[in-house]
């Protein structure tokens, strides 16, 4: 089972920028799709990003052209880029990576292992 871990979440004003990390422990990394999706207070997940194991990149409209997705797979390790944020921007960040290798979907139920989530606080 991959295990994945979230960093670089924190507490920033309005239009300042953050970059999260999600680093992974397997072996095959590299194969799989891996997403970015949030959970703000009293609302459902939503999904974020995605990238596949061919850097075919997916996002939602909402974060379309503030946001950037990147993987390095010497490293093991997907980033989010995220800047020009807004309040509604705050959430819990959660990375995941497909159950399958070479699938390019973004359902989140295709989503098999998750990290443990990092805090984003926008203030306005």
């Known amino acids: 089972q991959v295990q994945l871990v979230e960093s670089g979440g924190g507490l920033v004003q309005a239009g300042g920028s953050l970059r999260l990390s999600c680093a992974a422990s397997g072996r095959t990394f590299s194969l799989y799709t891996v997403g970015w999706f949030r959970q703000a207070p009293g609302k459902e997940r939503e999904f974020v990003a995605a990238?596949?194991?061919?850097?075919?990149?997916y996002y939602a409209d909402s974060v379309k052209d503030r946001f950037t997705i990147s993987r390095d797979n010497t490293q093991k390790t997907v980033y989010l880029q995220m800047n020009s944020l807004k309040a509604e921007d705050t959430a819990v960040y959660y990375c995941?990576?497909?159950?399958?290798?070479?699938?390019?979907?973004?359902?989140?139920?295709?989503?098999?292992?998750w990290g443990q989530g990092t805090q984003v606080t926008v203030s306005s």
């Open positions: 995941a990576q497909d159950r399958s290798p070479y699938r390019l979907d973004k359902a989140e139920g295709n989503f098999g292992s």
């Open positions: 990238i596949s194991w061919s850097n075919t990149i």
